[in-house]
C-alpha cells in the first residue's frame, strides 16, 4: 500500500500542510512472504459440503483432491500445491497414509452415496450414461492392475481402464477401475450391476457409445430387466436400411429418422425385417423376440463430413498406387523382396535419451 500511495504521488503535487506519513516507506521494492488464493479455497469448500462429501472428516483427503482440481500433480508434488494456495500442507507421509484409508474406510463408497443422493435431489438417475477411458502411467513395470493392453494411442506404456457412470446432466455417479488389459466391453455391465446393487435400483436405462456394443452386452443388460440404448456401428447401416433402400432409394432429408429391426445376433434374421416387404413393422419386444429396434438418423452436416474424409483417404489410396506415396508401416517392420520382416537394425544413439 506504501509503495501503491507513493506511485499515485508521482509527478504529482502534494498540499504542504505539515504531516508526516504515519508509516514509513521502505527503501527497496515490496517483499511478498505469503500469499492465500482464499476464494478459491472458500469456494472448494462450499462445493465440497454442498455435495455431502464432508462426510469425510479427513482435511490430508481434502488436500489431495483440491490439489488434484487446482493442479493435477503427483503425491510428492502435493504439498506445493496446497501450499502455494495459502493452506498449510500435512507431511507427504500423511498423504500417503491418507490414500491407504481410502480404501481401509471405504471413501469411494461414501461418496458414491452422497452423489447419488445429490442426483436424486437435484436431478433425475432413470437414465444414466457410461464411458470409460484409460490412464498411463510412467512405470517400467506392470503390476497386479497397471497392464499394458489395448491402447486407441498406440502406447505401450502400463494403464489402467476407468470406467463412469453419470446421469444425463453429466454428474457421476459411479466410477469403478479396472486392469490395463480389460476390454472396455467387459466393464460396463459390473459397473451397472454395482451401482444398481448400491442404490436398490430395478428400473433405468443405460447409454453408451458404439464401443460398449456387444452380443453379451446388450443380452446382459435384457436379462437384467434394464432398458438400455447403444450406438450402432455405421457398418451395419447398409443391412438394418436394406429395405428402407429397396422401396424408398438413398435419398434423405436432413434430420430424418427410419425405425427398423436389426437382429440380435448374425445367425438370426427375423422374419418381421425382410426387405421384400415394403412396411416394416414396428419393434415389439414379444412379438420380434430375435431382433432390437434400431433407430437411424440422418445428419446432412455429417454426409459431409464423411464424403470429404473417404475422398481424402481415396486420394492417398491413388497415390500409393501410382508410386506417388509410399503406404504407411508399422514401426519396425521392414519390406525386402516384397516381403515384410522386423527391422532389427540398431537404435543408433545412446539407450535411455529423450527429447
Partial sequence: MVIGRAKIEEGQGTLDLGLEPTTPRPAGPAIVHSKRSQLLVDTLQAGWRTLGFDVIADEAFFHLVVARLVEPTSLSDAARVIGELGLTPAHRNTYAATLKRCGERGYRDQIATACFAHAATHGDVSLVLYDVTTLYFEAEKEDDLRKVGYSKERRVDPQIVVGLLVDRNGFP???????????????????????????????????????????????????????????????????????????????????????????????????????????????????????????????????????????????????????????????????????????????????????
Fill in 173 to 355: 455417479l459411479e466410477i469403478g477401475c479396472y486392469e490395463g488389459n480389460k476390454a472396455e466391453t467387459a466393464t460396463i455391465i459390473p459397473i451397472v450391476k454395482q451401482f444398481q446393487d448400491r442404490h436398490g435400483l430395478a428400473d433405468m436405462v443405460v447409454v453408451a457409445d458404439a464401443g460398449m456394443l456387444s452380443a453379451s452386452n446388450l443380452r446382459d443388460l435384457d436379462e437384467a430387466g434394464l432398458r438400455f440404448i447403444v450406438g450402432s456401428r455405421v457398418t451395419k447401416a447398409p443391412k438394418d436400411l436394406e429395405s428402407h433402400f429397396r422401396w424408398h432409394g438413398d435419398s434423405f432429408a436432413d434430420g430424418q429418422v427410419i425405425d427398423t429391426l436389426t437382429p440380435r445376433s448374425g445367425h438370426h434374421k427375423d422374419a418381421a425385417s425382410n426387405p421384400m416387404i415394403k412396411a416394416e413393422p414396428v419393434w415389439d419386444r414379444t412379438q420380434h423376440c430375435g431382433s432390437w429396434r434400431a433407430v437411424w438418423a440422418y445428419s446432412q452436416k455429417r454426409a459431409v463430413r464423411d464424403n470429404r474424409t473417404l475422398t481424402l483417404q481415396e486420394e492417398r489410396a491413388k497415390a500409393v498406387v501410382a508410386g506417388e506415396k509410399t503406404a504407411r508401416t508399422p514401426r519396425f517392420v521392414k519390406t525386402r523382396n516384397g516381403a515384410a520382416e522386423l527391422d532389427e537394425t540398431p537404435w543408433p544413439g545412446p539407450a535411455g535419451w529423450w527429447g
